[in-house]
């Protein structure tokens, strides 16, 4: 994922469920289901991918530290 997309992600959904992208999602749901139990579940599952997202990034960067440090036993 890009990062832009990842903004967009946090604005149009994982906001809350008044943002524009939960707000269509429950939309969506008119007549079939609960459009407001849908907005809330869109914006809650939004917040959790852009969490694991963050949590996967910052791991990643710690990896990338840990393998740029030399070792101390070889200098490299």
């Known amino acids: 994922m890009t990062a832009e997309a990842l903004v967009h992600l946090g604005k149009l ?3 809350g469920p008044d943002s524009i992208g939960s707000l269509m999602a429950g939309r969506a749901e ?3 289901g609960e459009p407001e139990t849908v907005a809330r579940q869109v914006a809650v599952l939004a917040d959790d991918l852009l969490v694991a997202v963050n949590r996967l990034n910052r791991r990643t960067d ?3 530290v840990a393998h740029s440090v030399p070792d101390p036993l070889t200098h490299r």
């Open 62 to 64: 710690l990896v990338k």
């Open 13 to 15: 959904f994982a906001s």
């Open 30 to 32: 008119e007549g079939i």
